[in-house]
């Protein structure tokens, strides 16, 4: 870091501070890594960690048979343990005694252990660190009140200082897009915010998009700007990157490492300076390991991931903000006034939210055009999956949710039609579902009906989709 750069971070931090307080989160992890060789215990910071023998993981261990990018964990958000995922491992995760369970997913408690080739792994401790947590309640035009959104937002206003390339990691609508423009705005350069759609890539055009073409390059050619020459000086926002294709994500690696392109036609490669921030609501970590995802070009991004929090991961206070603002700007272009009502507030509360934050913008728009008046009520909103039964609320026309056991009988039903993988996960749904609604919706009383610990029930309730 130079001198200037130093100068202008910490000037940035100075001021920054003052739109903050701090938060005490689980956020360290205590490992006790044991081999033939040695034991020793290791710190690793942050909420989510790969392990594996490529050098950029959290936790290296070498050994010929660790994959390189062999597991996956993430702390829980009250500190009480750790998800363990295995990501296509050569050889396997394992647990019990003598290493004698091969696991894809599990959760382990502290003092719990699980073992990858020759090494012995231990969760000593989470242990709580301070982070900041940003008290504007927004981040360009990325609006969040609760603390998972605050935390983001005082990463992203540190990040945008500096030209670093980041990866954003979400589900739909979760704003990802919103993430990288607000990225850009503050970070100062002057070029332009230039977006390509992974997606939509076509592999025998992608030379033309990305680099351009010179006049007289082929017949009629005349000269066409590529988005590597618009970006220069500006911002690259790749949407959906993990769409790409393992041949374009080679030519995506290499433009990265040289920074330099070259228009067809041209004699030399130019070089370009932009900043590139990528995004996908895929699960990479696991396309590495099933091939899919190029290992190179994702340890590329790994150093710098934003993991940005579902809508229903972000609580009511978010939820009743978001709602009460995209009402307020409905409200502003009709001249006019609008509220929600105590209902309307407690059917949103209740909401799954698979679309997130777009689909509670289209489902206020969709209220308030059916709203007789100032009020906006629970009639008037459309139907809205609810978290806990897998029922369907009809509030657009009044009608009251499926009973418990109708709702149940509808789903494991749907579940006969499903993959092996997807009918497992769907049945522990409803019996989840259905031991909670029986303990009155007491999550430590349905965890001693089921025999298992409060923090076991809660990764339970994550697995499937009830949190």
């Not at 942050?46 to 993430?74: I, K, Q, W, Y």
């Not at 509220?339 to 679309?355: I, N, T």
């Not at 906006?376 to 657009?396: C, H, I, K, R, W």
């Not at 026309?397 to 092996?420: I, M, N």
Request: glycine residues 10%; charged residues 25%; contains cysteine.
């Amino acid at each position: 870091m130079t001198t200037g750069t130093k100068h202008r971070y910490t000037e940035t931090l100075s001021q920054l501070r003052l739109k903050e307080v701090t938060s005490r989160q689980p956020g360290q992890l205590v490992l006790r890594v044991t081999s033939e060789a040695e034991r020793k215990d290791v710190r690793i910071r942050g909420r989510r960690f790969t392990v594996g023998a490529h050098g950029d993981n959290d936790l290296v261990l070498d050994d010929p048979a660790v994959s390189d990018l062999h597991c996956e964990m993430t702390v829980d958000d009250d500190g009480s343990g750790l998800l363990l995922r295995d990501l296509g491992s050569k050889n396997g995760t394992w647990i019990g005694a003598n290493a004698s369970i091969g696991v894809r997913e599990v959760w382990v408690g502290l003092g719990g252990s699980f073992s990858i080739g020759t090494f012995e792994i231990t969760l000593l401790d989470v242990e709580a660190v301070t982070v900041p947590v940003s008290t504007l309640g927004r981040f360009d035009n990325l609006y969040g009140r609760g603390t998972k959104m605050g935390e983001l937002f005082a990463k992203l206003e540190r990040l945008a200082t500096f030209d670093l390339d980041v990866l954003i990691v979400g589900e739909t609508g979760t704003g990802k897009e919103l993430v990288a423009q607000g990225l850009h705005a503050r970070s100062g350069r002057k070029g332009e915010f230039v977006v390509l759609n992974c997606a939509d890539v076509d592999d025998g055009l992608i030379g033309s998009q990305l680099h351009g073409h010179i006049k007289g390059a082929f017949t009629g050619a005349e000269n066409q700007v590529g988005l590597l020459e618009q970006a220069d000086g500006g911002t690259l926002f790749l949407d959906e990157i993990g769409d790409l294709s393992l041949s374009l994500q080679q030519k995506l690696l290499r433009i990265l490492a040289q920074r330099e392109f070259q228009p067809r036609g041209a004699v030399k490669p130019r070089a370009f300076d932009a900043r590139v921030v990528a995004a996908t609501n895929r699960d990479l970590t696991r396309m590495v390991g099933a091939g899919e995802f190029r290992e190179d070009l994702y340890f590329r991004f790994a150093q710098m991931t934003l993991e940005l929090p579902s809508l229903r991961d972000r609580g009511s206070v978010d939820i009743h903000a978001l709602a009460d603002l995209f009402l307020d700007r409905i409200a502003k272009r009709r001249g006019t006034q609008l509220r929600l009502s105590r209902g309307a507030y407690d059917v949103l509360e209740q909401c799954r939210w698979r679309g997130n934050v777009r689909e509670l913008h289209n489902a206020i728009s969709y209220a308030a055009s059916w709203a007789q008046g100032e009020e906006v009520t629970e009639q008037d909103l459309p139907t809205l999956e609810l978290v806990g039964m897998g029922e369907l609320a009809s509030t657009a026309v009044g009608r009251a949710p499926a009973g418990r056991a109708s709702a149940h009988s509808t789903e494991l039903e749907g579940a006969l039609l499903l993959p092996l993988t997807e009918a497992r996960i769907a049945f522990e749904r409803v019996y989840v579902a259905r031991v909670l609604a029986d303990a009155s919706g007491n999550k430590s009383e349905a965890a001693r009906r089921l025999g298992v610990s409060r923090s076991t029930f809660g990764s339970m309730l994550k697995r499937v989709g009830l949190s």
